[in-house]
């Protein structure tokens, strides 16, 4: 059903490394579902529109104005920060997008 | 069905009775905690007391499922990702909660990012039944319900994805309440599949559920989602007659796949509501078959998108050893998320990635369509639909972890309530003859209907008791 090198593929992009035994496991597990998934195509659709949430909300809009609500911890962003694994001047720093170590 | 210890009412009339102070009931539970909950694994970690406000719920000890945001506390999501983050803000359901008056006594056990119906997702090790602890207490919010029915709380709060409420509560013989989709706010919740997360009570009677839904029901601006409409006061017509009302069974519900020991209570119970003066009828939801398969292209999809800001950067886990920014998302990804999560990760990639779209995502949704649809028809001619809460009662542990279909099954009935965006309740209605364990009466009421569920769901307790 899904073979090795898609799992490859979708676990690249999803930023998720993957041992090769996992892979394996994936592959049998992954199928499975996606074999069960596959019984959706029996129903006829055509004439169907999606169905995205249930509210029947649209566009749930605000006045473009400060909120107050989040005026009521002073100290809110600097907890949020407090949470980085690793800060400078009161940024989040990050490790290099290059790899140096590649010529 | 006999509840255990504290109602919310028990407690706050304790309270002004001068029986117990509000700490002194809060340690009481405390010291309950640290007795039995070694055994039980339903808390993941518990809170110090602080003075509570004055308010409906004043001293009221709560548990709160460890998905939700507590102001200055640990916040896992059963996730080793998360292990050690510390929320910044409380949750607009803690902030109700908390100015109401409750007293947190600490967070709950659940499935790794609420994925999963038994809690053995847990990265901490899975909560035990506490009417058996061989089996689990159903999932997600299983150490919620675990919490109330061993009165390790008085309540506490889950949260509902595709039967994360309802079906634990019914494996533990509480009562849990999944309100519709856009009444109570989400803010402060960590998203699992954003179109269907509800948050709800887990209470040891229907009375407490109503009394929470008025605290915690509402509109909310840091949620765009929640519905800009009065909340009734879901207590006043509790009491009231539930003569005529049209209940509706839907035949799709008791067909192959159900244990005969939860269909002979199911079928004793609705005798029971037609004994309470309901009328009832057979309804059809033919393409409720298909709502776990489409639930399976849906909450991967969302979950991939919803869990890609784990990445290692601004909180949680974040990989040592990596020199790169890619390298950090990728092993702190592979060393933060547990099997499961991964799982549903890649499915949810896989059905959103280019060329599936519509052959996966788009279907489901179509499907989704199809089953709310029929769930119109069938609210046009009931006020109410009845069934089973879960096809079986608490399985073993073990019996289902090595096998994710067969684990995701057990959700056949909640789903279509989800995906429908739907109230529902389970309320204990006796135990199984074979297992000895609780079998869960499930309630579905029209969106926003959750007064007429809540007044049918007393008025069944109460002959329960009789």
Same mark, same amino acid.
């Given at each position: 059903?899904?073979?090795?090198?898609?799992?490859?593929?979708?676990?690249?992009?999803?930023?998720?490394?993957? &041992?090769?035994?996992?892979?394996?496991?994936?592959?049998?597990?992954?199928?499975?579902?996606?074999?069960?998934?596959?019984?959706?195509? *029996?129903?006829?659709?055509?004439?169907?529109?999606?169905?995205?949430? *249930?509210?029947?909300?649209?566009?749930?809009?605000?006045?473009?104005?400060?909120?107050?609500?989040?005026?009521?911890?002073?100290?809110?962003?600097?907890?949020?920060?407090?949470?980085?694994?690793?800060?400078?001047?009161?940024?989040?720093?990050?490790?290099?997008?290059?790899?140096?170590?590649?010529? | 069905?006999?509840?255990?210890? !504290?109602?919310?009412?028990?407690?706050?009339?304790?309270?002004?009775?001068?029986?117990?102070?509000?700490?002194?009931?809060?340690?009481?539970?405390?010291?309950?905690?640290?007795?039995?909950? #070694?055994?039980? !694994?339903?808390?993941?970690?518990? !809170?110090?007391?602080?003075?509570?406000?004055?308010?409906?719920?004043?001293?009221?000890?709560?548990?709160?499922?460890?998905?939700?945001?507590?102001?200055?506390?640990?916040?896992?999501?059963?996730?080793?990702?998360?292990?050690?983050?510390?929320?910044?803000?409380?949750?607009?359901?803690?902030?109700?909660?908390?100015?109401?008056?409750?007293?947190?006594?600490?967070?709950?056990?659940?499935?790794?990012?609420?994925?999963?119906?038994?809690?053995?997702?847990?990265?901490?090790?899975? *909560?035990?039944?506490?009417?058996?602890?061989?089996?689990?207490?159903?999932?997600?919010?299983?150490?919620?319900?675990?919490?109330?029915?061993?009165?390790?709380?008085?309540?506490?709060?889950?949260?509902?994805?595709?039967?994360?409420?309802?079906?634990?509560? &019914?494996?533990?013989?509480?009562?849990?309440?999944?309100?519709?989709?856009?009444?109570?706010?989400?803010?402060?919740?960590?998203?699992?599949?954003?179109?269907?997360?509800?948050?709800?009570?887990?209470?040891?009677?229907?009375?407490?559920?109503?009394?929470?839904?008025?605290?915690?029901?509402?509109?909310?601006?840091?949620?765009?989602?929640?519905?800009?409409?009065? &909340?009734?006061?879901?207590?006043?017509?509790?009491?009231?007659?539930?003569?005529? @009302?049209?209940?509706?069974?839907?035949?799709?519900?008791?067909?192959?796949?159900?244990?005969?020991?939860? #269909?002979?209570?199911?079928?004793?119970?609705?005798?029971?509501?037609?004994?309470?003066?309901?009328?009832?009828?057979?309804?059809?939801?033919?393409? &409720?078959?298909?709502?776990?398969?489409?639930?399976?292209?849906?909450?991967?999809?969302?979950?991939?998108?919803?869990?890609?800001?784990?990445?290692?950067?601004?909180?949680?886990?974040?990989?040592?050893?990596?020199?790169? @920014?890619?390298?950090?998302?990728?092993?702190?990804?592979?060393?933060?998320?547990?099997?499961?999560?991964?799982?549903?990760?890649?499915?949810?990639?896989?059905?959103?990635?280019?060329?599936?779209?519509?052959?996966?995502?788009?279907?489901?949704?179509?499907?989704?369509?199809?089953?709310?649809?029929?769930?119109?028809?069938?609210?046009?001619?009931?006020?109410?639909?009845?069934?089973?809460?879960?096809?079986?009662?608490?399985?073993?542990?073990?019996?289902?972890?090595?096998?994710?279909?067969?684990?995701? @099954?057990?959700?056949?009935?909640?789903?279509?309530?989800?995906?429908?965006?739907?109230?529902?309740?389970?309320?204990?209605?006796?135990?199984?003859?074979?297992?000895?364990?609780?079998?869960?009466? !499930?309630?579905?009421?029209?969106?926003?209907?959750?007064? *007429?569920?809540?007044?049918?769901?007393?008025?069944?307790?109460?002959?329960? #008791?009789?």
């Amino acid at each position: 059903m899904i073979s090795e090198k898609e799992i490859e593929h979708i676990a690249k992009l999803a930023k998720i490394e993957i &041992s090769a035994a996992e892979r394996e496991q994936l592959k049998d597990k992954l199928s499975s579902v996606l074999g069960y998934i596959d019984q959706l195509n *029996t129903v006829d659709t055509t004439s169907v529109l999606a169905t995205y949430q *249930t509210t029947g909300l649209e566009n749930s809009l605000r006045e473009d104005l400060p909120r107050e609500i989040y005026n009521a911890s002073e100290d809110l962003g600097s907890k949020l920060l407090s949470q980085a694994p690793s800060i400078k001047d009161n940024f989040v720093k990050v490790n290099s997008v290059i790899d140096r170590n590649k010529k | 069905m006999p509840t255990k210890g !504290h109602t919310i009412e028990s407690v706050t009339k304790g309270i002004r009775d001068g029986q117990f102070s509000a700490e002194e009931i809060f340690d009481e539970y405390l010291a309950k905690i640290k007795a039995h909950d #070694k055994n039980l !694994h339903a808390y993941l970690s518990t !809170h110090k007391f602080q003075k509570p406000k004055d308010g409906v719920l004043s001293g009221v000890p709560s548990a709160i499922k460890d998905n939700i945001l507590i102001d200055g506390t640990i916040c896992t999501a059963g996730s080793k990702i998360l292990e050690k983050y510390i929320s910044a803000y409380d949750a607009t359901i803690i902030a109700k909660l908390r100015s109401a008056g409750s007293v947190f006594l600490g967070k709950t056990n659940l499935d790794e990012f609420a994925m999963g119906s038994s809690t053995e997702n847990s990265a901490f090790g899975p *909560t035990k039944n506490p009417l058996d602890t061989t089996r689990v207490p159903g999932g997600s919010s299983g150490g919620s319900a675990a919490a109330v029915a061993a009165d390790l709380a008085v309540f506490s709060i889950g949260s509902d994805t595709a039967g994360s409420i309802r079906q634990p509560a &019914s494996f533990c013989g509480v009562v849990g309440l999944k309100p519709t989709y856009g009444r109570v706010s989400r803010h402060g919740l960590i998203a699992m599949t954003s179109s269907l997360d509800q948050i709800g009570p887990f209470t040891k009677n229907v009375r407490d559920a109503a009394l929470l839904m008025n605290i915690i029901s509402g509109h909310d601006v840091l949620d765009s989602t929640t519905v800009p409409r009065i &909340s009734p006061d879901f207590l006043e017509n509790i009491d009231k007659s539930v003569r005529g @009302l049209k209940v509706g069974v839907p035949v799709e519900f008791f067909g192959q796949g159900l244990d005969g020991e939860v #269909k002979n209570k199911i079928m004793e119970s609705i005798k029971r509501l037609e004994e309470l003066g309901c009328e009832i009828e057979e309804v059809s939801l033919p393409h &409720s078959k298909y709502s776990i398969t489409a639930y399976y292209i849906v909450a991967p999809s969302e979950i991939s998108s919803n869990l890609a800001r784990f990445d290692g950067i601004r909180y949680g886990l974040s990989d040592k050893e990596a020199d790169t @920014l890619l390298d950090t998302y990728l092993r702190s990804r592979e060393g933060g998320f547990g099997a499961e999560a991964k799982r549903r990760i890649l499915l949810g990639t896989f059905a959103l990635s280019s060329g599936y779209y519509d052959a996966y995502y788009l279907k489901a949704q179509k499907i989704r369509t199809l089953i709310k649809k029929d769930f119109d028809e069938a609210f046009a001619k009931v006020d109410i639909i009845v069934g089973p809460v879960a096809p079986s009662t608490a399985f073993k542990l073990g019996e289902k972890s090595s096998d994710p279909l067969s684990m995701y @099954l057990s959700d056949i009935y909640t789903v279509p309530v989800n995906l429908a965006g739907l109230p529902g309740i389970s309320i204990p209605c006796g135990n199984g003859e074979i297992s000895n364990m609780p079998v869960g009466l !499930h309630l579905v009421a029209k969106p926003f209907d959750e007064e *007429t569920l809540l007044r049918l769901a007393y008025q069944f307790e109460q002959s329960t #008791k009789q």
